[in-house]
């Protein structure tokens, strides 16, 4: 059976989710909605980069795409400035009994702990009124610290420590708000970023600690405990998102910490450069200039390093690939979910059915 999509969004994860919805043998895109008035009436193909028409015209016409009643929505929209709007967007969706999966807002990647019953029942109760299942997830958060480090410990005898990392260059990611305004790269150092204030990097990635604690049976100890550290530039830095002056941040390491009497026991951890050279004493990729790094430490030890690189051999271009990829190939498994709120706990296992080269569409 073929499932009718429609993808909310064209930005840098977004085209790259049309190209996957256009490439899958199961679903059909039938509709998308753009924010720029400069992409309206432009053919989903184009906007897609794929040099090719798929026969659907882009719009800003949020009622006339609801009224489609697609089977899913592909919601790839920018969330993080907007978490309320956002959510009351997703819930809408849901309540039109329409099956969502999304890249953010990432506090409903596992919001259990994280957000109070207050917020998630209006949403787990319009997704049941509504028929219809939420999924939000990515590659972070989302697979590279939620499906394969649970993955991993089916082989441990005893576990002391689970801890997911995140080593990357992000100087070609392009994100001008999230580089400039939540994370403060090229800013004065006595510069607060959002995402720095207390309790932020716990509603940020707080719900993957949840969730692998979840997964394992672990209560925590609460709150979470959050660390950072800020490095100031050297030089003179130049990122596609935002310019670095000399002084001016220019990488970070942050933690956040799940501890069971006082002691780390999943922790989720960024080290986050805007230029290869910078901070040689911090971890480095085995491969390229990014990487998602999970260690196990227990009987057995484990490490396991996921890397990973576009065509074009850049690494935060198939970071949008990866995360736009997580969210097309669940829609199957997310439509035939119950409904309400659907965790990565909750689902099948997802792969890339038909996706094969050559294979049969």
Known sequence: MTLSVVEWSTGTVGRHAIAGIDAHPELELVGVWVSDPAKVGKDAGQLAGLNRDLGILATNDRDALIALKPDAIVHTAMTDDRVAESIADLTAFV?????????????????????????????????????????????????????????????????????????????????????????????????????????????????????????????????LVERHQRVAADRDYETVSVPIPE???????????????????????????????????????????????IIVTGEPAMTVEMSHHGRDGDHNVSGMIVTAMRLVNSVPAVVAADPGIVTALDMPLVTGRGLVTGSAR
């Open 95 to 223: 309540a039109a009994g329409i099956n969502v999966v999304s890249s953010g807002p990432v506090i409903l990647q596992y919001p259990y702990g994280v957000l109070p019953d207050a917020m998630i029942g209006p949403i787990q109760d319009a997704a049941i009124a509504g028929g219809a299942s939420l999924h939000v997830n990515g590659i972070d958060p989302g697979f590279a610290n939620d499906v394969l480090p649970l993955a991993m410990t089916s082989l441990s005898q005893e576990i002391d420590e689970i801890r997911c990392l995140e080593i990357a260059d992000y100087s070609t990611y392009y994100q001008p708000v999230v580089m400039g305004e939540l994370f403060g790269f090229g800013k004065p150092m006595d510069f607060s970023p959002m995402i720095f204030a207390p309790g932020v990097l716990s509603l940020a990635w707080g719900s993957v600690v949840r969730q692998i604690a979840a997964g394992l049976g672990v209560t925590l100890d609460e709150p």
């Open 247 to 293: 002084g001016t941040m220019a990488a970070v390491h942050f933690e956040i910490a799940g501890q069971v009497d006082g002691v780390d026991r999943v922790v989720l951890e960024h080290y986050t450069r805007t230029h290869p050279d910078q901070c040689p004493e911090w971890p480095r990729p085995n491969e390229g200039d990014g990487c998602y790094r």
